[in-house]
């Protein structure tokens, strides 16, 4: 379980206005008082998160290894159109795409 809280990212930042509010990618209430995020929604907050801390502060290699892990589980994958047109609305298409290309040359196979 994860406190998860309306705003996923600083409203005040331009992911931030791109992504909040966080509800919309909230499946609904299983009956405990509590949401979860769908397949979708947590891989665009991961990558939303990457995004906020890597142009605040920076972000680390354990961030990178997530997004791998991710995408390389067996099920359930996120409905890739679905997440594609969300991070193309917040303008971070381009910095996933990097991300998720890193994700691959550092725990991947490629050569």
């Known amino acids: 379980m994860v406190e998860f809280h309306p705003d996923l990212i600083h409203a005040a930042s331009l992911v931030g206005k791109a992504i909040n509010p966080g509800w919309l990618y909230a499946r609904e209430d299983r009956g405990h008082y509590a949401r979860e995020l769908t397949e979708e929604g947590f891989y665009v907050n991961q990558l939303a998160q990457m995004a906020y801390h890597f ?57």
Not at 59 to 81: C, F, K, N, T
């Open 55 to 111: 142009a605040g502060s920076g972000m680390g290699i354990r961030a990178v290894l997530d997004i791998w892990v991710y995408r390389h589980r067996h099920s359930p994958q996120p409905d890739p159109e679905m997440v594609q047109r969300e991070l193309e609305r917040a303008g971070l298409l381009k910095f996933a795409r990097s991300i998720e290309a890193l994700s691959e040359a550092w725990f991947g196979e490629a050569v």
